[in-house]
């Protein structure tokens, strides 16, 4: 825990290092085209398969069998496909983004806030067994979550909490991760100079943490929240145990319903799922890739202060 | 975690300045953790617990539910299911998490070396995938990888060229080694890229002062600055490797033949626990993987210590 300026930092080094002007002219001269084309070629393994998925998310199920898989049908029908995709089984579909939405949300926002009151009060106060408290909970990072998945399961069957969203908004609010960030975070963020002043002016302690250690904590916060955002958004496995319910699915479990309708159900090319599933994926991955393009600073400075600090 | 216990040695501060100190805020630490801690001793401890009680017994349909003490690990220790899919997830750990990791730290150094051009968008490009739900890269990649219509199949066909086998048997474990790679590559390459760039650059000219090249200043000076990035990174993907299920619990759709319910030590638990209700069983399989990881993860981390500290 050494590097003190490293937050706020990271923040505006991630993204436009300020260096003199006279270095980076000279770097502009030592840029290098073969390791430019190297990275290049790179960047189209990992871009390969949403073009693909863009491509294909044009096509009828019977073209993406018939078809070169890297390039446009005869008939592009992107927006037959999403109107079919929104409107099958009801509109099933929309349900799930809701409910995906819905649950992203409300864990990732409940697990910032309650990351952000245990962060502040591991960092600036003492109080008897807090080490102790604070390294189990950080040792918790090392149990894997889907190990702890089924006893869950089996407790919250006992409780009738399974087949509810609650089953998967409880687990997604305590993010061991998310208080290791947020304890860091304030160390450095909220000046002790800032509490003692607020103590002698007679604020009191909540209203301290809610008024100004919020505030000066927001950077760190927006951070957890989209990581949580992200972890809940993509988790199949909790939703796959927990949920009997179509109707409650997240996206990820009724794609992965519906790929399985497409596999078992109609043969091959009969069926008409596979376009869903296609078009389905594509839309479903579009909200989380401009969330993370327009909030690129804010992940980038969170994964300084996790990956930074040791 | 109560009101009454007093933060030992802030005592005799207090003692000494009441006035910068008063007593009002002395219970406002624990308040500002309890939410946290009580949310986390339900939720995680409470079901590993709960895993450790249930792995005690067996249910047997004649004679109802018995306490059967470590029976149930000495099966699972001896499970040559189990033992087959703990192994089959520790190739994959041996060989995955390395390239990975090394293809993670290249594309750092190159992003870092500012030789490159257009390296915002090589960034983003290669960190998008983080953003793809698990469940969408693998019917992604199982559709690329389809053995007739697959666009890799397709071009093989059109030059003539042996057909790429990636749902058979021997191909499975790298099949599934390379989505995780795409999935996560992006994510291991900005944290360590945002720990070089936070390396303070009077080093490096520090280095170059001392005649040492480009290679030479990423070997010595970079390479051990990233130490604290890289062991963090690895500790996750040991994790992640040890929990391997969406992936292949969704090519098992498309290649039911090669990926059994046992075919990582996951499927297997999920798999007594939903598809053979053998609950019990299942708390204990899942406990000992935890144990596994928990052990892995710490001998990794004592590892990397002792060889900083010697």
Do not use: C
């Not at chain 1, 073969?34 to 871009?47: D, E, K, V």
């Not at chain 1, 908004?169 to 061991?176: A, H």
């Not at chain 1, 078009?279 to 909200?287: A, H, N």
């Amino acid at each position: 825990m050494t590097t003190a300026t490293m937050t706020s930092r990271g923040t505006a080094t991630a993204d436009r290092a300020p260096r003199p002007a006279g270095r980076r002219r000279s770097a502009v001269n030592r840029r290098s085209i073969p390791l430019t084309i190297a990275m290049l070629a790179a960047l189209a393994y990992f871009l390969l398969p949403l073009f693909w998925l863009l491509v294909a998310s044009t096509k009828s199920t019977q073209d993406l069998f018939t078809t070169f898989g890297l390039w446009l049908s005869d008939s592009p029908q992107l927006l037959t496909n999403i109107w079919a995709t929104l409107t099958h089984d009801d509109g099933v579909f929309v349900r799930w983004l809701v409910n995906t939405l819905i649950y992203a949300v409300a864990s990732s926002l409940g697990a910032a806030l309650l990351a952000a009151a245990a962060g502040y009060g591991f960092a600036k106060f003492r109080f008897r067994g807090d080490r102790a408290a604070f390294n189990l909970v950080l040792g918790a990072v090392m149990v894997p979550t889907t190990a702890l998945a089924i006893p869950t399961y089996l407790l919250f069957a006992k409780v009738e909490l399974v087949n509810t969203p609650w089953a998967i908004i409880l687990p997604s609010l305590v993010s061991p991760f998310g208080l290791y960030l947020m304890r860091i975070y304030a160390q450095d963020a909220v000046p002790d100079s800032v509490i003692e002043a607020a103590r002698i002016d007679g604020a009191g302690e909540l209203q301290i943490f809610f008024r100004i250690a919020m505030r000066l904590l927001a950077p760190g916060l927006v951070t957890v929240v989209l990581f949580t955002l992200v972890a809940t958004w993509n988790n199949y496995f909790l939703p796959l145990i927990m949920l009997n319910d179509p109707r409650l699915y997240p996206i990820t479990v009724g794609l992965a319903s519906w790929a399985s309708q497409a596999v078992g159900g109609g043969s091959g090319a009969n069926s008409d799922m596979l376009a869903l599933v296609v078009t389905g994926s594509m839309l479903s991955i579009v909200p989380l890739v401009v969330a993370f393009l327009l909030l690129q600073r804010y992940w980038q400075s969170g994964l300084a202060t996790g990956g930074v600090k040791q | 975690m109560t009101a009454t216990t007093a933060a030992p040695y802030e005592v005799s501060q207090r003692a000494r300045s009441t006035r910068r100190r008063p007593v009002r805020h002395r219970a406002a630490g624990p308040l500002f953790v309890a939410p946290f801690l009580v949310l986390f001793v339900l939720l995680f401890l409470a079901p590993l617990a709960y895993a450790a009680y249930l792995s005690l017994f067996q249910h047997r349909l004649i004679g109802g539910t018995t306490f059967v003490g470590l029976d149930n690990y000495v099966t699972a220790v001896s499970d040559p299911l189990l033992i087959r899919g703990v192994l089959r997830v520790a190739t994959f750990l041996v060989i995955q998490v390395p390239v990975m990791l090394l293809l993670a730290l290249l594309f750092a150094l190159a992003l870092d070396s500012g030789l490159l051009r257009l390296a915002r968008v090589v960034r983003l490009g290669i960190f998008v995938p983080y953003a793809v739900p698990s469940v969408v890269a693998a019917l992604m990649w199982g559709y690329l990888y389809g053995p007739d219509y697959g666009p890799f199949a397709q071009l093989s066909k059109a030059f003539g060229l042996a057909m790429p086998r990636f749902l058979t048997d021997g191909w499975m474990l790298g099949s599934l080694a390379n989505i995780v790679t795409w999935e996560w590559v992006g994510y291991n390459m900005i944290i360590l890229y945002v720990a070089l760039r936070a390396i303070p650059h009077d080093l490096y000219e520090a280095a170059a002062m001392d005649g040492a090249g480009a290679w030479r200043i990423a070997w010595s000076v970079k390479l051990p600055a990233l130490r604290p990035a890289l062991l963090l990174t690895m500790v996750f993907s040991v994790i992640g490797s040890f929990q391997l299920f969406n992936e292949p619990n969704l090519l098992q759709r498309i290649a039911p033949d090669v990926i059994d319910s046992a075919y990582t030590a996951n499927l297997y638990a999920y798999s007594l626990a939903f598809t053979s209700q053998q609950v019990n069983y299942a708390a204990a399989v899942s406990f000992l993987l935890g144990i596994v990881i928990v052990i892995v993860s710490y001998a990794l981390l004592l590892t990397a210590n002792r060889r900083r500290s010697s």
